[in-house]
């Protein structure tokens, strides 16, 4: 057998063994935002509801569901959380912030680091918006841990910004991802 047929064959085998049905852990998954003003920056979480993922590594094809529960935002603040949720986020009326994948680009290494990108909708507020997602992934024992970060132009999108006469925050907000992907 010639070293490029032994290269190819274990290309095809570490590309085979990176696809197939992921389950996000809830418990193990941080959804983290940051959103910046002039005086200072607001951090703050919202909670993972449920995750899965399926990856065809032959045609790049993904599909899957990432629910977010949008009621579960906190920024450590109680006042502000409750203008948050009222006002901004609406999530009495929208619950849930999804993101639903359709395609991955890039290869998922069985071991060790990967970067790749993420295409699918990402749903807020009622609407939903296409983007693509960068995620650094490292894999090892089986499981992938993901990073993942991308901005929300949330005003853009049809949110309210919460700048006031004292108060000027920037009209994108980041949110990044730390999750635990295993095989189901």
């Known amino acids: 057998m010639t070293k490029r047929l ?6 095809c085998a570490a590309t085979l063994l990176a696809a197939g049905s992921y389950t996000l852990d809830p418990t193990q998954t941080k959804v983290e935002f940051t959103l910046r003003d002039v005086l200072h920056t607001v ?11 399926r990856l ?16 579960t ?8 959380d409750k203008r948050m ?10 619950p849930q912030i999804t993101f639903r994948p359709d395609r991955v680009e890039g290869k998922l290494a069985t071991d060790g680091r990967s970067q790749v990108q993420l295409h699918g909708i990402f749903a807020i507020h009622g609407t939903d918006h296409e983007i693509t997602v960068p995620a650094t992934v490292d894999a090892a024992g089986g499981a992938y841990l993901v990073t993942a970060t991308f ?9 309210k910004n919460p700048s ?11 949110i990044t991802i730390h999750t635990t992907a295993r095989p189901q």
């Not at 032994?6 to 290309?11: A, D, Q, T």
């Not at 951090?43 to 993922?53: E, I, K």
């Not at 935002?73 to 502000?80: E, I, L, P, Q, V």
């Not at 901005?151 to 853009?156: A, D, F, I, L």
């Open 56 to 71: 065809d590594a032959a045609t790049g094809k993904a599909s899957g569901e990432l629910i977010v529960d949008a009621r």
């Open 151 to 159: 901005e929300v132009p949330y005003v853009k999108w049809g949110m």
């Open 85 to 94: 949720h009222a006002s901004i986020l609406e999530s009495d009326k929208f």
């Open 164 to 174: 006031n006469l004292l108060l000027r925050v920037n009209d994108t907000v980041e």
């Open 6 to 11: 032994r290269l190819s064959l274990v290309l």
């Open 43 to 53: 951090h703050g979480t919202f909670q993972l509801t449920t995750g899965s993922l």
């Open 73 to 80: 935002g906190d920024s450590g603040s109680k006042a502000r």
